[in-house]
C-alpha cells in the first residue's frame, strides 16, 4: 500500500520561510516524478513545483518561481519544498503526490496517482 506523508507546514509571517518534507513509501521512489500542489480555500487544487525522477527536470508555476525551491533525496526518500519570501496569498493546503512518467516531466493533478493528505501553510501579513 502506498503511502505519501507531508510534513513541515505551519503559521508563518510574511516575508518568512518554511521547508516542506515528503515521504512517499511503498513505492520505489526514485522511479517517480514528485510534485507539490496547493488549494487555497475556494480555489481549485493547482500544480506548483514539480520534479523528473532524477531531479533534473524541474518546474515551478509563475506564482511561485524564484521563491520556492524543489528538491529530492533519492537516498532518503524524500520531497523537499523551501519556500522562502512568503506572501499571504500562499496560504493554502499544501499537497505532496507521485506520479510515473515513461518520459519528460508534467506537473498536472491528472498525472500523479498516489497523494497525501497535505500540510497546512498559513502566511499572515
Known amino acids: 500500500q502506498v503511502q505519501v506523508v507531508e510534513s513541515g507546514g505551519g503559521l508563518v509571517q510574511a516575508g518568512g520561510s518554511l521547508r516542506l518534507s515528503c515521504t512517499a513509501s511503498?513505492?520505489?521512489?526514485?522511479?517517480?516524478?514528485m510534485g507539490w500542489f496547493r488549494q487555497a480555500p475556494g480555489k481549485e487544487r493547482e500544480g506548483i513545483s514539480c520534479?523528473?525522477?532524477?531531479?533534473?527536470?524541474?518546474y515551478y508555476a509563475d506564482s511561485v518561481k524564484d521563491r520556492f525551491i524543489i528538491s529530492r533525496d533519492n537516498v532518503r526518500g524524500t520531497l523537499y519544498l523551501q519556500m522562502n519570501s512568503l506572501k499571504p496569498e500562499d496560504t493554502a493546503m499544501y499537497y505532496c503526490?507521485?506520479?510515473?512518467?515513461?518520459?519528460?516531466?508534467?506537473?498536472?493533478?491528472?498525472?500523479?496517482?498516489?497523494w497525501g493528505r497535505g500540510t497546512q501553510v498559513s502566511v499572515s501579513s
Open positions: 520534479i523528473s525522477w532524477s531531479g533534473g527536470d524541474k
Open positions: 503526490a507521485a506520479g510515473f512518467f515513461e518520459h519528460g516531466l508534467r506537473c498536472r493533478l491528472s498525472d500523479y496517482n498516489y
Open positions: 511503498g513505492l520505489t521512489f526514485n522511479d517517480y516524478a
